[in-house]
């Protein structure tokens, strides 16, 4: 424990892993520790969006929506292997928020982000245009479509740790700091590793509380701060359910209660629908859609879509803890999505704690907190803004070259199949070569457990990304749980236990760290 680090992590969500990449890349020493798996908080459980956040417009968030809008093309060209631009049709709805005020919303959307590369906004009638198809003939007849990215939340979590870590941080799953404690101006973090038990302890100059939901936990594990901000935890929940039409645009519903959800096309083959928004209490790790929510979706979505939605259609639910700034608003669709940052100086010692945030902003984020810690570190002043100009792993290529990367692959791999070739492409970018390797057969990817999956991919993720169970693969460094069957997921544990020997077992313990 003789090493002491410029800065330790707590939370291996979307901002801990945002702000360790820009500290490492900086030149810091960076250690993050992660109770669960990386992603397995709320950065795995949102609507899968990089956007400016179209509704925050009616709350005021001109700053917000902005900076959201700028970032979304800066993520997109960063990694758009994972990343995609999505065209949204609003309809317009008689009796709610009248066509005027959609049009000068959508004009502000186009215009105080400096959108550069994304399509502008178009008027459409719906009774004409493709896009109406799949609404209740004659209800709508016309609306608005705006652009906006889909993004694979997850991912971008497990990509911005990797390149941290190839940056020279320090990255643990599975790993919970059960204490924390400041000793003569210099933190110490007790840890426990949840897979052995093993306890180990490290030092740091600077302290930063990316748990989350758990934030207000963290605080609590004997570090002595009283925090003045408040953390408002509020749960969102989404269903998945079969193809409900065949155009490739998602669609943004407004509700009687003046919320609104989302309908977008999912994994080729599904139609993702959410979210909702209710306070929450209880533990964030046991957070589930309920009943209400699931029908609630379904009649949103029931309301604009010729073919109904109904419960029975729900194929798989997800649900997350957005732990928001508590502003005192008084409805949750009204709470504020900004991030605010509480600095405590705990015997000379700097603590960074974080509360909101959204997956769009978290590399600004990131350099709002660095520039809030720089007089506690020795971040290099050139180096600053630069995750917004290097691209995550994989994400080496112009933003249209998907396809061109798929077919290569498929020249190189001739025993790939156009849908394997293309989920590898979208999943891994260019690093999809590293993982195929010297494969010269589809025998050489080793036993297949479905759904294009194979024992290579499953060892890369282990070496690679910090996955060790078969939930980390198909739920979060994928979504291929939605093609397997339990039994075929539950193999790719069978086959996890028996492939990993005495020599593999540090590095699965410490989350696959290379």
Not at 339 to 352: I, S
Not at 391 to 417: C, H, K, T, W
Not at 430 to 436: F, I, M, P, V
Request: charged share 25%.
């Amino acid at each position: 424990m003789d090493r002491i680090f410029d800065l330790a992590i707590i939370g291996g969500g979307i901002n801990g892993c945002g702000i360790a990449r820009d500290a490492a890349g900086r030149g810091n020493s960076v250690f993050l520790c992660e109770m669960n798996d990386l992603a397995s908080g709320t950065s795995s459980w949102s609507t899968k969006l990089v956007h400016g956040g179209l509704r925050y417009l009616e709350y005021y968030e001109f700053r917000l929506v902005r900076e959201a809008l700028i970032e979304r093309e800066i993520l997109w060209q960063i990694a758009p292997h994972i990343i995609r631009p999505l065209r949204f049709v609003l309809p317009h709805h008689a009796g709610l928020r009248p066509a005027w005020l959609l049009r000068l919303g959508l004009f502000l959307y186009d215009h105080i982000g400096g959108r550069h590369l994304l399509p502008p906004t178009r008027s459409v009638d719906l009774t004409t245009d493709a896009v109406g198809r799949p609404l209740i003939p004659n209800r709508y007849t016309r609306g608005f479509e705006y652009s906006d990215c889909f993004v694979d939340d997850a991912r971008l979590v497990v990509l911005t740790a990797r390149d941290a870590a190839d940056r020279g941080a320090d990255i643990r799953t599975r790993t919970r700091a059960v204490s924390i404690r400041q000793v003569d101006g210099i933190w110490q973090v007790d840890l426990e590793n949840t897979i052995s038990g093993a306890r180990s302890s490290v030092r740091a100059r600077v302290l930063v509380n990316a748990g989350g939901p758990w934030v207000e936990d963290v605080l609590t594990r004997g570090v002595g701060v009283n925090a003045k901000a408040k953390v408002r935890l509020v749960q969102g929940s989404h269903i998945v359910v079969k193809k409900l039409y065949e155009h490739d645009r998602a669609y943004i519903f407004q509700n009687a209660d003046g919320r609104i959800i989302f309908v977008i096309p999912y994994q080729d083959d599904f139609t993702l629908i959410g979210t909702t928004d209710q306070d929450f209490e209880g533990d964030p790790a046991e957070v589930k859609a309920t009943a209400s929510e699931i029908s609630y979706l379904c009649a949103s979505a029931s309301e604009y879509l010729a073919k109904s939605v109904k419960p029975e259609d729900v194929v798989w639910t997800y649900s997350g803890v957005r732990p928001l700034y508590d502003d005192g608003a008084s409805e949750a669709k009204a709470a504020t999505r900004d991030y605010v940052f509480e600095l405590d100086m705990v015997g000379g010692a700097p603590l960074l704690s974080i509360y909101g945030g959204k997956i769009t902003t978290y590399r600004r984020l990131a350099e709002e907190a660095l520039e809030r810690l720089e007089p506690y570190l020795h971040s290099a002043k050139a180096r600053e803004g630069w995750t917004g100009k290097s691209p995550l792993p994989g994400g080496d290529m112009d933003v249209s070259a998907i396809p061109a990367l798929s077919a290569e692959l498929q020249r190189n791999y001739p025993f790939l199949d156009p849908i394997h070739a293309g989920r590898l492409a979208h999943a891994y970018g260019t690093r999809a070569a590293k993982l195929l390797g010297d494969a010269r057969t589809a025998a050489d990817l080793g036993p297949s457990f479905g759904a294009t999956l194979t024992a290579r991919e499953v060892k890369y993720l282990m070496a690679s990304e910090w996955a060790v169970t078969a939930e980390d693969i198909v739920w979060r460094r994928s979504k291929l749980g939605l093609r397997l069957s339990s039994a075929e997921i539950a193999a790719i544990d069978d086959w996890i236990a028996a492939s990993s020997g005495p020599a593999e077992a540090p590095l699965r313990e410490m989350g696959g760290r290379t």
